[in-house]
């Protein structure tokens, strides 16, 4: 009827018209592709729609399209597939539709995320938080952390710093490793940071390195500066820096960890501390000598670059340093 009266039409090529009335079809194409003739059109058919069965309409849909669609398609259409499913999200009572769905959800905020769309990410966290169940932490652990750091950088990147740390704590308090709380660590130090609270940032990272064996110090302190800077220098008296581009891949998972809260230092101890930047860029060069190279490495060859050319005077060796650090950037094709 709804051929019959133009109010939809068949966009599948091939495909014309199914006359109703013959015995069989024209122009027959499996599983044809239509289009509402106008978005007025489509809005006058969903308000037919009966008030206690849109939600349910709504479900159906999404389970549907999360049947139809390939893999591909399905992360095309992500969107559609969670919008309609958690318009239907009180009727899915079952445990494993609810984790797949806050699954999915956790997926869509990323995505949103990805996007710069931070308010939608937040909506589509939020709801996959409260999918969980109660004792999620013990039953649905990866799926509960993930949800959780998500939402945490998605509340960070809203501004809304109180929602932030409100989930930053709820992390802390149940994540099972210091690996599992990293990136919690990372968000707080941004968070410290772009409110110019440089000291308060750089104390996270301090708690947050001693946690994974490193040791960053409460005040410069010269001669420890000295001997690091001597230390280092002397693994190196023996290596050409560009040689330094082929050390091998960092997999140590904990040092990377190390590399990373230590990148994300950089800018408080710039503007805090700034007497601390020898030390910083010698440790992650040093750490890097130790376990290889990582994207990361590049940051510390920079600044221990920048140290020699400006602090000590050696703007050759540092001016190699810079050059290694782009030559690894390169390679990791960053």
């Keep these: 009827k709804a051929l019959q009266e133009g109010l939809i039409l068949p966009i599948t090529e091939g495909y014309n018209f199914i006359q109703i009335d013959a015995q069989s079809p024209t122009n027959y194409v499996a599983n044809p592709i239509y289009k509402f003739l106008h978005d007025r059109v489509q809005q006058a058919a969903y308000s037919l729609i009966a008030e206690n069965q849109k939600q349910a309409t709504h479900l159906k849909i999404g389970q549907l399209l999360l049947q139809k669609y390939s893999d591909i398609e399905r992360e095309e ?16 009572n079952q445990l494993s539709e609810r984790e797949a769905l806050a699954q ?128 280092l220098g002397s693994k190196l008296q023996d290596r050409q820096t560009e040689e330094l581009v082929d050390l091998p891949l960092m997999t140590n998972s904990q040092t990377q960890a190390a590399m990373q809260l230590l990148r994300r230092l950089v800018t408080p101890i710039f503007q805090g501390m700034p007497s601390l930047t020898p030390l910083l860029g010698s440790m992650m060069v040093s750490l890097s000598l130790q376990f290889g190279n990582a994207p990361t490495s590049s940051v510390g060859y ?3 670059g920048m140290v020699l050319c400006g602090f000590l005077g050696e703007v050759k060796t540092g001016y190699g340093f810079g050059k290694l650090a782009l030559n690894l950037l390169e390679q990791f094709n960053v």
Aim: hydrophobic content about 45%.
């Design 77 to 92: 259409k992500l969107f559609d597939i969670v919008g309609h499913l958690n318009q239907g999200i009180e009727l899915i």
């Design 104 to 231: 999915l959800n956790l997926e869509a905020g990323g995505k949103a995320r990805n996007s710069t769309a931070y308010a939608a990410a937040n909506i589509y966290l939020q709801t996959g938080i409260e999918l969980l169940r109660a004792n999620c932490w013990q039953s649905q652990y990866e799926l509960t952390l993930n949800l959780y750091i998500a939402a945490t950088e998605a509340a960070y990147l809203n501004a809304d710093l109180e929602v932030m740390e409100q989930m930053a704590a709820q992390v802390l308090q149940n994540a099972q490793t210091i690996l599992d709380k990293v990136k919690i660590y990372e968000i707080s130090i941004a968070a410290q940071t772009s409110q110019g609270k440089m000291l308060e940032a750089i104390a996270v990272g301090r708690r947050a390195l001693l946690q994974l064996g490193v040791e960053l110090p409460t005040s410069p302190d010269e001669s420890l500066i000295s001997k690091a800077l001597q230390t």
């Design 302 to 304: 920079a600044i221990h």
